[in-house]
């Protein structure tokens, strides 16, 4: 009886252990290890690669790394907990504390303010979330979720961030002004992972 009673103690113990340890994900942004995403960019084309699930800031996390020419040029590693997708550190350098870059649930007009560190690098600013139709390589998209980030500073320097997010896709485009860098990425091509 007492085996019994050991052995299902241990079947719960496992079963809820196992259920929390079950991957966090949201159509907006779907991560899973071996999707793949291919931008248009001025000069060529940049892949961001869902490489591995990994430890990372005592989180389990996924590792992107992103690439040109064949060559990874950056990697960042990314969480989704159940108030959003939050980037928990930037080329192996973490975030202090993690930056969520997209709201769960996404609600129009919702604003949430970020400040935090990479690497003494302050990062400061507020996010918004719009609708808006956008059209890419891949197609034109009806009010997909637009991620906008207003008020914002890196390193001190004047910022913008716009991100288009499309269910079951993840990110069609993305416009920054960052640290004297102007970038439009555009989707071509999205490859979902095995």
Same mark, same amino acid.
Request: hydrophobic share 40%; glycine share 8%; net charge positive.
């Given at each position: %009886?007492?085996?019994? @009673? ?13 259920? %929390? ?28 690669? /869902? ?7 005592? !989180? ?17 590693? /990314? ?32 604003? $949430? ?18 609708? !808006?139709?956008?059209? /890419?390589? @891949? ?17 001190? %320097? ?5 991100? $288009? ?6 990110? /069609?485009? @993305?416009?920054?002004?960052? %640290? ?6 555009? @989707? !071509? ?6």
């Amino acid at each position: %009886m007492k085996r019994i @009673l050991g052995l299902s103690l241990l079947a719960l113990f496992l079963a809820a252990h196992t259920s %929390m340890a079950q991957e966090k994900t949201t159509p907006l942004y779907p991560l899973k290890v071996g999707n793949k995403w291919t931008y248009k960019v001025s000069g060529g084309t940049i892949e961001v690669k /869902v490489e591995k699930k990994e430890k990372f800031a005592e !989180e389990d996390s996924y590792k992107l790394e992103t690439s040109a020419a064949g060559k990874v040029s950056g990697s960042e590693n /990314v969480v989704v907990r159940d108030d959003g997708v939050f980037r928990l550190g930037v080329n192996g350098m973490k975030s202090d504390p993690a930056v969520k870059f997209l709201a769960i649930p996404a609600t129009k007009n919702y604003k $949430w303010d970020v400040k935090a560190k990479v690497d003494k690098q302050e990062i400061e600013g507020t996010y918004v979330i719009k609708t !808006e139709d956008v059209t /890419v390589p @891949l197609g034109t998209y009806k009010e997909a979720t637009l991620v906008e980030a207003t008020n914002f500073k890196v390193a001190g %320097m004047d910022s913008t961030i716009k991100c $288009w997010f499309v269910k079951d896709i993840g990110i /069609v485009k @993305l416009e920054f002004k960052l %640290m004297g860098q102007e970038a439009t990425f555009e @989707l !071509e091509k999205f490859e979902q992972g095995k």
